[in-house]
């Protein structure tokens, strides 16, 4: 799954949602920043609309 794919999650899985639970990321486990940088674009995109009115 891409990380687009992922940005449309939340919206999709739950559309009148007002706030959401972010599980534990240990950025040890990344050396490179990596899979950081693709959960801070999924965070930020994918949760950005949450609980305005569509």
Known sequence: MSAGQLTDLPAGLAPGAVGAHVGVFDPDLD????????????????????????
């Open 31 to 54: 050396p490179d920043g990596r899979y950081a940088r693709m959960l801070t674009y999924v965070v930020v995109n994918g949760l950005a609309d949450l609980g305005r009115d569509s």
